[in-house]
């Protein structure tokens, strides 16, 4: 299954960016969505996940308000909806998935299948 990442870039403090995680040959019955990500010198940190299950749904305390998790099963797709952006989002972000299971997975090391990575870089 590959999962391919598109919409990072640079943007202004204060501004939006819409990421987005195209997953074609994902089952989209019951699943595990997460996104990570990865800033210079630090580790990787769960951002956000969503599970198929109902209410099962998960935001970082440093993202919470301003980023939304969504996903499109016809379009077998996902979405990070990023607002109010701030210098200390500038990271890599990661976009996961893992089948079969209908829970916000917070963890890593439970994904299986991964993006590519897209650079999201935020000016002051």
């Known amino acids: 299954v590959q999962l391919v990442e598109s919409g990072g870039g640079l943007v202004q403090a204060g501004g939006s960016l819409r990421l987005s995680c195209a997953a074609p040959g994902f089952s989209f019955g019951d699943y595990a969505l997460g996104w990570f990500r990865q800033a210079p010198g630090k580790e990787r940190e769960v951002i956000s996940c969503i599970g198929s299950g109902v209410g099962h749904v998960y935001y970082a305390a440093s993202v919470k308000g301003r980023f939304t998790i969504s996903s499109d099963s016809a379009k077998k797709t996902f979405y990070l909806e990023m607002k109010a952006l701030v210098p200390e989002d500038t990271a890599v972000y990661y976009c996961?998935?893992?089948?079969?299971?209908?829970?916000?997975?917070?963890?890593?090391?439970?994904?299986?299948?991964w993006g590519q990575g897209t650079q999201v870089t935020v000016s002051s």
């Open positions: 996961a998935a893992e089948p079969w299971i209908p829970l916000c997975l917070d963890r890593d090391t439970v994904y299986d299948y």
